[in-house]
């Protein structure tokens, strides 16, 4: 299990846990959270739960696959070095604490 916290980009913020497994795009969906959209259901197709990774944290994260690289590539907003897709990010003890900000649009 981890708290993860949501920074809006209007600055709402919000801290969930989620237990391990959970993504955070799940997480967020289940939660309210509009600042993700989670079209795809998870399946690293639609690129609508971008969001940025806080930097200290950044490199504690396993690297993006391929299949999340690409798919980057299509996210509306500006795509940062920090820009990972929340589907791909799943839960575990390691994560508590960390502070993912989303961006003003998805879609
Ligand atoms: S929910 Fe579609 S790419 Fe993450």
């Known amino acids: ?23 955070l795009m799940q997480g967020a969906t289940a939660n309210g959270i509009d600042g993700i959209v989670g079209e795809c259901g998870g ?10 990774v806080d930097d200290a944290r950044l490199g504690e994260l396993p690297a993006p696959s391929a299949g999340e690289l690409d798919m980057l590539e ?22 508590e604490g960390l502070i993912v900000h989303l961006p003003e649009m998805q879609e």
Do not use: F
Request: proline share 2%.
């Open 74 to 95: 299509n996210v509306a907003a500006e795509r940062r070095p920090n820009s990972r897709l929340a589907c791909q990010i799943k839960a575990t003890a390691a994560l």
């Open 1 to 23: 299990m981890a708290n993860i916290t949501y920074i809006e980009s209007s600055g709402q913020t919000t801290t969930i846990s989620l237990n391990d497994g959970w993504s």
């Open 43 to 52: 399946s690293c197709a639609c690129a609508t739960c971008h969001c940025y």
